[in-house]
């Protein structure tokens, strides 16, 4: 019942040291991964004796989205009791990363969730209702993704003798019981690995993974549909597509909470757009306008004028005041931008619409420059392994300081005291009821009886496995965002990102592309448009592209999928009817940073804790004593950390394979079951 | 609990760190000593290494040590084989290594380090241009490693092609560090000189040939690349100065050729004066005077004492060689040294006489910027004039265009620059007094090219804020001068080149020191009015020029001296009107 695997365990094992890409940005600490472990295994093996959770927490959280796992690890971190609960067999919600064969699951769970109705027995709990108490009942279902819909366009033939199963069919049934046997978060992936061994040790031999991605011999092999699937495990599938700024809240609560260490980064490194059909680079820093091609002098003059100004642009109000009841657009058009200018500030640096308001977009034209340089030419940063990775790096940070953590495990009410109209416990799945004094919970888990107000906005999401990134260029290991601005000016921005193999997030040979854009219509009439603008689409699968020289230069989509997120972000407490220690986490929005939900997580955290400071720093593992024992329990690694750059950096390339995706499976395979 | 946080009380701390650095000192300085006495005693054995090598990677700056290691290695290299010497200078590099990573701009690291390599058996230059693009690429300005660079890149043999493109990738990283445009104006000449001329004018040295050397040019087709590069440079940052420092050694660097631009003889004094393209030290450089094919034996003479090197050299013919009027004369001035020399006639019935390349037919004031084509020019000029009008206050713009008008029309643009100049005292007052200096230089070329067209020997430059004289040299031939109204603070020594001035006005000036007004033969009437002399003492040089009987001294400190009528009677005694 009680996972113990998390996801992020594997990367501190495999990586000790993160100093050693030169892109990688963040100065990590040695760390123990032995005390985190050390710490996890006492957690979990007195819940493991005990049958049932301790009937008393300071404050119960509901969903592991990254709202909901930031309160977590602040409230522990300051010495709450936590209880983390999740209905989901993953962590992360909405904010989930997954394999591509967890991602199928998902989409089969999917399916079958818009045919089973669900029958609800409110019996159960009656009977722990004690007079004076209310219930708030809360939904089992969850209905925030719609409109989903898969193709593939890899060849379905089979590429060896050996039968393979048709894994949109596979999704085995899967059961609750049987997960905490399997300790692993995946079970599909676990399977794969049993009952496919020796096929996947020959993959290793075939395809020498070391040298990722050399591109004219990857383009010649044609990736089917069945590699897919067989190198499934490579692929980490964000549900939501977002970058992180420099200097964003997410980043700069990382830092300070030193949460950063459990995961790695890599650089965005190209900030493209795409122009009548090509693709090309925006430039938007001094280096890239220096070196852009596209730009006349002149133009190059104006651009580096006008953003030096945004960057102080409070400093002259005179230059902006008469434009700030209009359009940013406009204001672009006085300051004498070319076309080519506005675009580029418009949709590539500021990324607001054609109505954003003026003050608006050069705040937003600022927060993007500002964030220039921190790490490197761009003002991006994606975590290794995805998205989903930072969830689970709070959650990990809430159970090294004591917080609970149990995955497909819910509450089905909440138990309101009448008399002040405070939650004072929650009733579990398991009709256990567990007393707090405040409960957190993820938007999805809310009925439509306690909404005030339904008006939710959709976002419209597309993620395609394709063959070969949009912009070739000399480095093939390169994420890119690509800002799409409306075909017609009545339709919202397509945002792209564009994530290499190098990133962890899908196979060698592949890029995985991530589309977001708020929804007009469903996902796939919002987004098939730009998907068949900037890649070639088969019509039948497996379809070798037309010998048409234009359709050759684009990258072919291997797989697809389309579906709309609900985006509650505009949501806040008044548009629910619920007790007042009920606090309710929105779920990811379609910004590209995560600011609203860290901004909203401090909001939450202030309001359970007054007093406390949002979280401090974790102390550094040297810092810390054991009790009982000395300075010893330090691990042995720790002495040799304090040695010179040249050394770390000759221990990263010993200790650390994640440049060779191969030997990481060996150990992610034994990693969970050695650590039980 | 877990995370708890270890707390020490700060005085305790403070209290063990000072007795962690008594200690290291203590073991440094004795550890020191050891290593100086094993010096002196002329020890050279490995246990001199090892020490050497424990103090040197704490402190990487202590030269003497690392001469003592040089002696050592010296030393052990004679008693082993070529292997063992080879490994010897491997860990050598090895520990440089490990120093420059305590001091990375260690004077004695990389001087050891470039040492070494020329020891080592097989040098592994690979692995040392590796180490420059390590450290180059932590610190792009560590000039150390610059010019170790420049002799690993010697030594080994890296193509110039290569270095280019490296410049190119270190300029599109940051177009802000002047060490990689510098760099790159070292490397474009050798890859992509400009075709010798036409003529062989320029390799056999002759009075007539073009004044103008055509050493580190580059052909046309790569400037024009290059000017591009720059103007994408300034255009992104025009308050950056490094584009522009390229983009001025672009435009021109060419060296004028040295040479005699003048000789003048005069009858009456039997003296010839002798002007070159730069200051020379002329007792020093070979100067034969050559007369009616009979060389002389003379002494040359700067115009004025304080000038050890000057552009104007005199000397005394022997008395009676020159001064009959009705004899013709042929004077030559070898410059031997150069291979050079200079003729002038001195034709019956003159008085004097003279030979020399004008200013105008040198294209002297265009020697700052130097590119032939003025269509090339012109079409920078357009580039410098669209950025101008979008940052109408940046000052290394409005310089640029001010050079790139003097070097095409000098003076068809001389309102315009004027004009320039004013902004530029408004936006950079800091340089104001560097601007005004240049606008009078500009400004004195301008009137020198005005009076050579008009064939006249009078220099007038009166009410032009003129804040400081030069091209004197040039002003050899003048007999009357008007620098009126402007704001001189003094009459430098080099105004003692002025050696045919009859007629000096300087009324309205600040001028303080009369230091230039030196020995000059024809001077005769000086005005000073309204000017800042305030001493007797000032005046002393006055009685040097001999023909001076007029001077006009109204308006000045001085006339409050006591008996100053009768001091300055004394002094100038050949002066016949006087005004105070």
């Given at each position: 019942?009680?996972?113990l695997?998390?996801?992020?365990?594997?990367i501190?094992v495999?990586?000790?040291?993160c100093?050693?890409f030169g892109?990688?940005?963040?100065?990590?600490?040695?760390?123990?991964?032995?005390h985190d472990?050390a710490?996890?295994?006492?957690?979990c093996?007195?819940?493991?004796?005990?049958?049932?959770?301790?009937?008393?927490f300071?404050?119960?959280?509901?969903?592991?989205g990254?709202?909901?796992s930031?309160?977590?690890a602040a409230?522990?971190r300051?010495?709450?009791?936590?209880?983390?609960?999740d209905?989901?067999?993953y962590y992360?919600?909405?904010?989930?990363?997954?394999?591509?064969?967890?991602?199928?699951?998902?989409?089969?769970?999917?399916?079958?969730?818009?045919?089973?109705?669900?029958?609800?027995?409110?019996?159960?709990?009656?009977?722990?209702?004690?007079e004076?108490e209310?219930?708030?009942?809360l939904?089992s279902v969850?209905?925030?993704?719609?409109?989903?819909?898969?193709?593939?366009?890899?060849?379905?033939?089979?590429?060896?003798?050996?039968?393979?199963?048709?894994p949109l069919?596979?999704?085995?049934?899967?059961n609750?019981?049987?997960?905490s046997?399997?300790?692993?978060?995946?079970?599909?992936?676990?399977?794969?690995?049993v009952?496919?061994?020796s096929?996947?040790?020959?993959?290793?031999?075939?395809q020498?993974?070391?040298?990722?991605?050399?591109?004219?011999v990857?383009?010649?092999?044609k990736?089917?549909y069945?590699?897919?699937?067989?190198?499934?495990?490579?692929?980490?599938?964000d549900?939501?597509?977002?970058l992180?700024y420099?200097r964003g809240?997410?980043v700069?609560?990382?830092?300070?909470?030193?949460?950063?260490?459990?995961?790695?980064?890599?650089?965005?490194?190209?900030?493209?757009t795409?122009?009548?059909?090509?693709?090309?680079?925006?430039?938007?820093?001094?280096a890239?306008?220096?070196?852009?091609?596209?730009?006349?002098v002149?133009?190059?003059?104006?651009?580096?004028?006008?953003?030096?100004f945004?960057?102080?642009?409070e400093?002259?109000p005179?230059e902006?005041q008469?434009?700030?009841?209009?359009?940013?657009?406009?204001?672009?058009?006085?300051?004498k931008l070319?076309?080519?200018?506005?675009?580029f500030?418009?949709?590539?640096?500021?990324?607001?619409?054609?109505?954003?308001?003026?003050?608006e977009?050069l705040?937003?034209?600022?927060?993007?420059?500002?964030?220039?340089?921190?790490?490197?030419n761009?003002?991006f940063?994606?975590?290794?392994?995805?998205l989903?990775?930072?969830?689970?790096?709070?959650?990990?940070?809430?159970a090294?300081?004591?917080?609970?953590?149990?995955?497909?495990?819910s509450?089905q009410?909440?138990?309101?005291?009448?008399?002040?109209?405070?939650?004072?416990?929650?009733?579990?799945?398991?009709?256990q009821?567990?007393?707090?004094?405040?409960?957190?919970?993820?938007?999805s888990?809310?009925r439509?009886?306690q909404?005030?107000?339904?008006?939710?906005?959709?976002?419209?999401?597309a993620?395609?496995i394709?063959?070969?990134s949009?912009?070739?260029?000399?480095s093939?290991?390169q994420?890119?965002?690509?800002t799409?601005?409306?075909?017609?000016?009545?339709?919202p921005a397509?945002?792209m990102?564009?994530?290499?193999s190098s990133?962890?997030?899908?196979?060698?040979?592949t890029?995985?592309?991530h589309?977001?854009?708020s929804?007009?219509?469903?996902?796939?009439e919002?987004l098939?448009?730009?998907?068949s603008?900037?890649?070639?689409?088969?019509?039948?699968?497996?379809?070798?592209p037309?010998?048409?020289?234009?359709?050759?230069?684009?990258?072919?989509?291997?797989?697809?999928m389309?579906?709309n997120?609900?985006?509650?972000?505009?949501?806040?407490s008044?548009?629910?009817?619920?007790?007042?220690?009920?606090h309710?986490?929105t779920?990811?929005?379609?910004?590209?940073?995560?600011?609203c939900?860290?901004k909203?997580?401090?909001?939450?955290?202030?309001?359970?804790?007054?007093?406390?400071?949002?979280?401090?720093?974790?102390?550094?593992p040297?810092?810390?004593i054991y009790?009982g024992?000395?300075?010893?329990a330090?691990?042995?690694?720790?002495?040799?950390?304090?040695?010179?750059e040249a050394?770390?950096?000759?221990?990263?390339?010993?200790?650390?394979?994640?440049?060779?995706?191969?030997?990481?499976d060996?150990?992610?395979?034994t990693t969970p079951?050695?650590e039980? | 609990?877990?995370?708890?946080?270890?707390v020490k009380?700060t005085?305790?701390?403070?209290?063990?760190?000072r007795k962690?650095r008594?200690?290291?000192?203590?073991?440094?300085v004795?550890?020191?000593?050891a290593v100086?006495?094993?010096?002196?005693?002329?020890e050279?054995d490995e246990?001199a290494?090892q020490?050497?090598?424990?103090?040197?990677?704490?402190?990487?700056?202590?030269a003497t040590?690392w001469?003592?290691?040089?002696?050592?290695?010296?030393?052990l290299?004679t008693?082993?084989?070529?292997?063992?010497?080879?490994?010897?200078?491997?860990?050598?590099?090895?520990?440089?290594?490990?120093?420059?990573k305590?001091?990375?701009?260690?004077?004695?690291?990389?001087h050891?380090?470039?040492?070494?390599?020329?020891?080592?058996?097989?040098p592994?230059?690979?692995?040392?241009?590796?180490?420059?693009?390590?450290?180059?690429?932590?610190?792009?300005?560590?000039?150390?490693?610059?010019?170790?660079r420049?002799?690993?890149?010697?030594?080994?043999?890296?193509?110039?092609?290569?270095?280019?493109?490296?410049?190119?990738?270190?300029?599109?990283s940051?177009?802000?560090?002047?060490?990689?445009w510098?760099y790159?104006?070292?490397?474009?000449?050798?890859?992509h000189?400009?075709?010798?001329?036409?003529s062989?004018?320029?390799?056999s040295?002759?009075?007539?040939a073009?004044p103008?050397?055509?050493s580190h040019?580059?052909?046309?087709?790569?400037?024009?690349?290059?000017?591009?590069l720059a103007?994408?440079?300034f255009?992104?940052?025009?308050?950056d100065q490094?584009?522009?420092?390229?983009?001025?050694?672009?435009?021109?660097?060419?060296?004028?050729e040295?040479?005699?631009s003048?000789?003048?003889?005069?009858?009456?004094?039997?003296?010839?004066?002798?002007?070159?393209?730069?200051?020379v030290?002329?007792?020093?450089?070979?100067?034969m005077l050559v007369?009616?094919?009979?060389?002389?034996?003379?002494?040359w003479?700067s115009?004025?004492?304080?000038l050890r090197?000057?552009?104007?050299?005199?000397?005394?013919?022997?008395?009676?060689?020159?001064?009959?009027?009705?004899?013709e004369h042929?004077?030559t001035?070898?410059?031997?040294e150069?291979?050079?020399h200079?003729?002038?006639?001195?034709?019956?019935?003159?008085?004097?006489?003279?030979c020399?390349?004008?200013?105008t037919d040198?294209?002297?004031f265009?020697?700052?910027?130097?590119?032939?084509?003025?269509s090339?020019?012109?079409?920078?000029?357009?580039?410098?004039?669209?950025?101008?009008?979008?940052?109408?206050?940046?000052k290394?713009?409005?310089?640029?265009?001010?050079?790139?008008?003097r070097?095409?029309d000098?003076?068809?643009?001389?309102?315009?620059t004027l004009?320039h100049?004013?902004?530029?005292?408004?936006?950079?007052?800091m340089?104001?007094?560097y601007y005004?200096?240049?606008?009078s230089?500009?400004?004195?070329?301008?009137?020198?090219?005005?009076?050579?067209?008009?064939?006249?020997?009078?220099?007038?430059?009166?009410?032009?804020?003129?804040?400081?004289?030069?091209?004197l040299?040039q002003?050899?031939?003048?007999?009357h001068?008007n620098?009126?109204?402007?704001q001189?603070?003094?009459?430098?020594?080099q105004?003692?080149?002025?050696?045919?001035?009859?007629?000096?006005?300087?009324?309205?000036?600040?001028i303080?020191?009369?230091?230039?007004?030196?020995?000059?033969?024809?001077?005769?009437?000086?005005s000073l009015?309204?000017?800042?002399?305030?001493?007797?003492s000032d005046l002393?040089?006055?009685?040097?020029?001999?023909?001076?009987?007029?001077?006009d001294?109204?308006g000045n400190?001085?006339?409050?001296?006591?008996?100053i009528?009768?001091?300055?009677?004394?002094?100038?005694p050949?002066?016949?009107?006087?005004?105070?």
């Amino acid at each position: 019942m009680f996972l113990l695997y998390f996801k992020t365990w594997r990367i501190p094992v495999l990586k000790i040291c993160c100093v050693h890409f030169g892109y990688c940005v963040f100065k990590c600490v040695y760390f123990s991964v032995r005390h985190d472990i050390a710490c996890h295994v006492t957690v979990c093996s007195f819940k493991m004796a005990a049958e049932d959770l301790p009937s008393q927490f300071d404050v119960v959280i509901l969903g592991t989205g990254l709202t909901e796992s930031v309160i977590a690890a602040a409230c522990s971190r300051v010495g709450q009791s936590v209880l983390h609960l999740d209905r989901r067999n993953y962590y992360a919600g909405n904010w989930a990363s997954f394999t591509f064969n967890g991602l199928l699951s998902w989409i089969e769970e999917y399916k079958n969730q818009q045919k089973v109705q669900i029958t609800e027995s409110e019996q159960v709990w009656r009977s722990l209702i004690d007079e004076g108490e209310d219930v708030v009942p809360l939904s089992s279902v969850d209905s925030s993704i719609s409109n989903l819909e898969v193709f593939c366009y890899a060849s379905e033939e089979e590429e060896k003798e050996e039968e393979t199963k048709a894994p949109l069919t596979s999704c085995q049934p899967v059961n609750a019981e049987t997960v905490s046997e399997e300790t692993t978060g995946d079970s599909t992936e676990a399977q794969d690995t049993v009952t496919e061994p020796s096929q996947s040790q020959e993959e290793k031999d075939s395809q020498p993974i070391s040298s990722p991605a050399d591109p004219p011999v990857e383009v010649e092999k044609k990736i089917t549909y069945q590699k897919l699937v067989k190198e499934g495990r490579r692929f980490n599938i964000d549900l939501v597509s977002k970058l992180m700024y420099s200097r964003g809240a997410l980043v700069d609560l990382l830092i300070k909470s030193n949460v950063s260490r459990y995961a790695e980064f890599k650089n965005i490194g190209h900030i493209l757009t795409c122009r009548n059909g090509k693709v090309e680079q925006v430039p938007c820093s001094r280096a890239d306008v220096f070196a852009s091609k596209q730009l006349t002098v002149v133009e190059k003059r104006m651009l580096m004028k006008f953003l030096t100004f945004c960057l102080d642009f409070e400093q002259h109000p005179e230059e902006y005041q008469d434009y700030t009841e209009k359009p940013f657009r406009e204001f672009l058009k006085n300051k004498k931008l070319t076309e080519n200018l506005q675009d580029f500030v418009l949709h590539s640096i500021a990324m607001v619409t054609q109505q954003t308001l003026t003050e608006e977009g050069l705040k937003a034209t600022q927060h993007f420059l500002r964030c220039l340089g921190r790490y490197g030419n761009t003002p991006f940063l994606f975590p290794l392994y995805g998205l989903g990775e930072i969830p689970q790096c709070f959650c990990r940070m809430c159970a090294v300081f004591g917080g609970i953590y149990c995955l497909r495990h819910s509450v089905q009410c909440l138990v309101v005291d009448k008399a002040s109209n405070k939650v004072k416990a929650v009733i579990d799945t398991r009709g256990q009821k567990i007393s707090c004094s405040h409960f957190v919970v993820e938007d999805s888990y809310i009925r439509d009886e306690q909404r005030q107000s339904t008006a939710y906005r959709q976002i419209s999401r597309a993620v395609l496995i394709t063959d070969r990134s949009v912009l070739p260029s000399e480095s093939d290991q390169q994420i890119s965002l690509v800002t799409i601005p409306p075909l017609e000016s009545s339709a919202p921005a397509v945002r792209m990102v564009e994530l290499c193999s190098s990133s962890m997030t899908c196979m060698p040979g592949t890029y995985l592309v991530h589309l977001t854009c708020s929804s007009s219509g469903t996902a796939q009439e919002d987004l098939a448009p730009v998907v068949s603008e900037l890649f070639h689409v088969s019509t039948i699968p497996g379809e070798e592209p037309s010998e048409g020289a234009e359709e050759r230069s684009k990258p072919a989509v291997l797989w697809v999928m389309y579906f709309n997120m609900r985006d509650t972000s505009a949501l806040d407490s008044s548009s629910y009817s619920l007790p007042s220690n009920v606090h309710v986490c929105t779920g990811p929005d379609g910004s590209l940073g995560s600011d609203c939900s860290i901004k909203l997580a401090e909001s939450v955290f202030h309001h359970i804790l007054p007093d406390e400071e949002f979280c401090p720093p974790a102390p550094n593992p040297e810092d810390i004593i054991y009790d009982g024992d000395g300075p010893q329990a330090e691990g042995p690694g720790f002495d040799e950390s304090v040695n010179t750059e040249a050394e770390e950096e000759g221990a990263a390339h010993e200790k650390n394979p994640s440049t060779e995706p191969a030997e990481m499976d060996s150990v992610a395979d034994t990693t969970p079951s050695s650590e039980e | 609990m877990h995370g708890r946080v270890k707390v020490k009380s700060t005085a305790q701390q403070e209290e063990e760190k000072r007795k962690e650095r008594e200690k290291k000192l203590k073991a440094f300085v004795s550890a020191r000593d050891a290593v100086l006495r094993k010096r002196s005693a002329g020890e050279h054995d490995e246990e001199a290494l090892q020490l050497t090598q424990q103090l040197l990677s704490s402190n990487p700056d202590f030269a003497t040590l690392w001469n003592y290691r040089r002696e050592v290695l010296l030393q052990l290299e004679t008693s082993r084989e070529k292997d063992e010497v080879q490994k010897l200078y491997e860990s050598e590099l090895h520990f440089i290594e490990a120093c420059l990573k305590v001091n990375p701009k260690s004077y004695g690291c990389w001087h050891h380090r470039s040492w070494v390599n020329t020891r080592l058996p097989q040098p592994d230059w690979t692995r040392e241009l590796g180490l420059c693009d390590r450290c180059l690429s932590l610190d792009e300005r560590n000039f150390h490693c610059w010019d170790y660079r420049r002799v690993v890149v010697k030594e080994s043999g890296v193509s110039v092609e290569q270095e280019l493109q490296f410049t190119d990738r270190l300029i599109g990283s940051n177009f802000s560090n002047y060490s990689s445009w510098h760099y790159r104006s070292t490397l474009l000449p050798q890859l992509h000189p400009q075709p010798a001329p036409d003529s062989a004018s320029n390799t056999s040295p002759s009075p007539t040939a073009s004044p103008q050397i055509h050493s580190h040019r580059v052909c046309e087709e790569q400037l024009l690349k290059e000017y591009e590069l720059a103007h994408n440079a300034f255009f992104t940052d025009p308050n950056d100065q490094s584009a522009w420092f390229y983009y001025r050694w672009l435009l021109g660097r060419a060296e004028r050729e040295e040479m005699i631009s003048c000789v003048y003889v005069s009858r009456e004094r039997e003296r010839v004066s002798v002007a070159f393209s730069k200051p020379v030290h002329a007792q020093s450089e070979g100067l034969m005077l050559v007369l009616d094919g009979q060389p002389q034996q003379v002494e040359w003479r700067s115009t004025h004492p304080r000038l050890r090197h000057s552009p104007v050299w005199l000397c005394d013919l022997p008395p009676g060689s020159v001064s009959d009027i009705s004899n013709e004369h042929n004077l030559t001035v070898h410059w031997t040294e150069k291979y050079t020399h200079r003729d002038c006639a001195l034709y019956t019935g003159c008085a004097e006489s003279w030979c020399r390349d004008s200013a105008t037919d040198q294209e002297l004031f265009r020697s700052e910027l130097s590119v032939e084509k003025s269509s090339v020019l012109q079409a920078e000029l357009q580039s410098c004039n669209q950025l101008l009008e979008l940052e109408p206050q940046n000052k290394w713009c409005l310089l640029t265009i001010i050079l790139l008008m003097r070097a095409l029309d000098p003076l068809g643009h001389e309102k315009e620059t004027l004009a320039h100049f004013q902004t530029l005292k408004e936006v950079d007052p800091m340089r104001s007094s560097y601007y005004s200096d240049l606008c009078s230089k500009f400004l004195i070329e301008n009137t020198i090219l005005k009076m050579e067209y008009a064939e006249v020997r009078v220099f007038s430059l009166s009410n032009k804020n003129l804040t400081t004289l030069c091209h004197l040299d040039q002003l050899l031939l003048v007999t009357h001068i008007n620098l009126s109204s402007n704001q001189l603070l003094r009459l430098p020594p080099q105004f003692a080149m002025l050696q045919c001035l009859e007629v000096l006005e300087a009324d309205d000036n600040a001028i303080e020191s009369l230091e230039g007004l030196y020995h000059l033969p024809k001077l005769e009437e000086v005005s000073l009015r309204n000017n800042q002399i305030c001493k007797l003492s000032d005046l002393e040089s006055l009685a040097s020029c001999t023909k001076l009987t007029r001077l006009d001294l109204r308006g000045n400190p001085v006339h409050k001296t006591a008996n100053i009528d009768s001091e300055l009677s004394q002094l100038l005694p050949l002066v016949t009107a006087l005004s105070l």
